[in-house]
């Protein structure tokens, strides 16, 4: 909050009423949003809130169906980045839009560059170059190919062409999801010397811990609707999460008492020490015991998927150590993971877990061939057994194990997914957002499937969104915020308020203390 | 400097083979470093190399154009049939012929863009569409008899120690140097590096990705009608089937010449190296004389399957060390 540039009387970006619709699906609702002069103004919300709709109908990459926009009081309309660049709307996303293969300077200047009898003057290219680069601190050799620095001089490099084109307005999209805490520092700067200059910034991030630390006001979005907007020093933390979730916490649903939180002492079937990632994942404790259900509870982007991820051998931890049934294991790969009798369900079914021209059948079976290797095929009449048991079991509804998985609906196809893992009488089941995308119905019966599961001494990990559903099945939560555990909450302290509170929470380990011992074992904090 | 010699890394082998591969040749037979032998290598590989700029660039943009080779072809035979048959003075034959195959690219590159289809297929269709068109206008080996022909033949560049260089080579050299300044002196050079870095990051920036890609297939239909009348100077006929897999050696000399096939990443130099590494394979068999010609192909072969592997150790090693320190 600088007061360093005379406020002018208009906003600098003012949108009123802000409406898009994708197929009949309201993506955006009659959403307001207001950005001042020199002002970073953070723009939250959960999957599915509307914040990237609503920042490419900002630049120009969609149409606005209704609603006004306008910057400094003028009516806008982009119809392409381009135009959105000469409106002085510059925008810098996750992923640097810039090309790896040209050097610095060429990046800076693309589609710009300074000229001299009809040629590029690469001299002056290089000299203003250095010149634009200077007030971030950046003293690099600026013909170098831009893909040799890492991603946060990248991030900053894109930044500095942006504001260099004038922006007055500049949206970062994510910017720190793949910077460390020391990168982010020096984003933080830049992004607070703009301000002082009087440049607007939208800020999108999943880390709260960065809005509370950099942002003057936050704007909060859900299902492309505006919760409401609130200056940051005037919005609790606890507050600002029950915004984001949607839900008055006074009536979230309780949960029958389980009686007080008993320490399990079974052996673990599989325990993880210090577990962790450098970008990924703060290193964690993690132990789960056979017949339990532990979930990761968290906000979109707070390590859920990550934490999985390394569980299963996704992602290759450089950071503590795993040990299933007592003995110490190393992790490589997905394939190691399968062997020790792990199965994963991945969140984006179509993406990484589907074969979509493959019958049911074929996706039933697929884990269960892999795992005995493919010299020795599982004989047909075997697959149709595994397959017919399985579609009875959890009631796919297909007429056949034939049909191709892909003109199944989405909650068959989940369970087929299931079946997939399920074939392979997994120790360990981890299911990444088990619910999303399917309807009501499939819903409450992928909930009871996991209850039977569990029955049968099967371990679960299971990553969700939806509150409600972990503490209806779950009797352990580890909670995470900002890429760390934060608390681990156990029988009867599992809740939606405490789950809530402790994502709210401004250091980790002030809830449920003492169950968290072994949570927060990396867990300092973090300025 | 070690960033500068990382990038020219490529550019360095492909020349240190040739230089070595010349020293090699000339330890072998002691007449062949010559000023003759340079001469006749430049003159000999000279559509080659024009047509090898081209492709160059396209493979820069992220592209292929496969239907260099019969652009080269119908060009001999468009210049035959319009000076042998339609009595044409060769000057406007070779304007007309040069506007065909500029066009005929634009065309291609037009429908790559607008279509949005793979550039492999596009220029494949082109490839039989110039290959047929030569056919439709003659399917005999037209001899070219103008006067100007053995004029233009005879023009040559000669320098007092003893260099001699014939009108295509001159061209070539003129073209690549001509090349070298639109890669990296103009925006349009830029514009394509981009696009062959990202597609949609170059959009996003605000490159002009239609014109770009109209004008670099344009550009390499161009370049292909030139190699195409220096071919026909060359041989003195017109003939369908001329130039047959030129497009195939082109794109050898422009992998070897150290450009990734991935787009984005390469040199115009490399490739003129690449073009004189196959032309020097060739002279070394001719020098030999019991060799198999087709021994070429071979080492022309194994060449170009080292150069990928090198190109692919390159790329492994350069991201097993990751992002440099951002701050110096």
Known sequence: MTASTAPPSAPLLAIRGLSKAFLGVQALDGVDFTLRHGEIHALLGENGAGKSTLIKTLTGVYQRDGGTVALEGREIAPRGVEEAQRLHIGTVYQEVNLLPNLSVAENLFLGRQPMRWGLVDRGAMRRRA?????????????????????????????????????????????????????????LFKVMRTLRSRGIGIVFVTHFLDQVYEVCDSITVLRNGRLVGERRTAELPRLDLVAMMLGRELEAAAHRIDLGPAEVDSRPPLASFKGFGKARSVEPFDLDIRPGEVVALAGLLGSGRTETVRLVFGMDRADKGEATVDGRTIRLKGPRDAVRLGFGFCPEDRKKEGIVGELSVRENIILALQARQGWLKPIPRRRQEEIADRFIRLLDIRTPDAERPIQLLSGGNQQKALLARWLATEPRLLILDEPTRGIDVGAHAEIIRLIERLCADGMALLVVSSELEEIV?????????????????LRGGEVSVERIVAAIASETPNVIASESTAGAGSGAEVRQ | MTGALQRFLPLIVTTAVLVVGFLLCAAQFPNFASWRVVANLLTDNAFLGITAVGMTFVILSGGIDLSVGAVIGFTTVLLAVLIEQGGWHPVPAFAVALIAAGGFGAAMGGVIHVFQMPPFIVTLAGMFIARGLGFVLTTDSVPINHPLYGELNDMALRFDFGLKLSLPALLMLGVVAAAVVLAHWTRFGANLYALGGNRQSAELMGVPVARTTVAVYGLSGLLAGLAGIVFSLYTGAGYSLAATGVELDTITAVVIGGTQLTGGYGYVVGTFVGVLIQGLIQTYITFDGTLSSWWTKIAIGVLLFVFILLQKGLLVVWAGRGGEPAEA
């Open chain 1, 472 to 488: 209806a099945y779950s009797r352990r939560v580890v909670v995470l915020r900002d890429r760390r555990h934060v608390a681990e």
């Open chain 1, 130 to 186: 250095r010149a634009v680069l200077q007030p971030y601190g950046l003293s690099i050799d600026v013909t170098a190919p831009l893909g040799r620095f890492s991603v946060a001089t990248q991030q900053i490099i894109a930044i500095a062409r942006a504001v260099d084109m004038s922006a007055k307005v500049l949206i970062l999209d994510e910017p720190t999801a793949s910077l460390d805490a020391q990168e982010v520092a020096v």
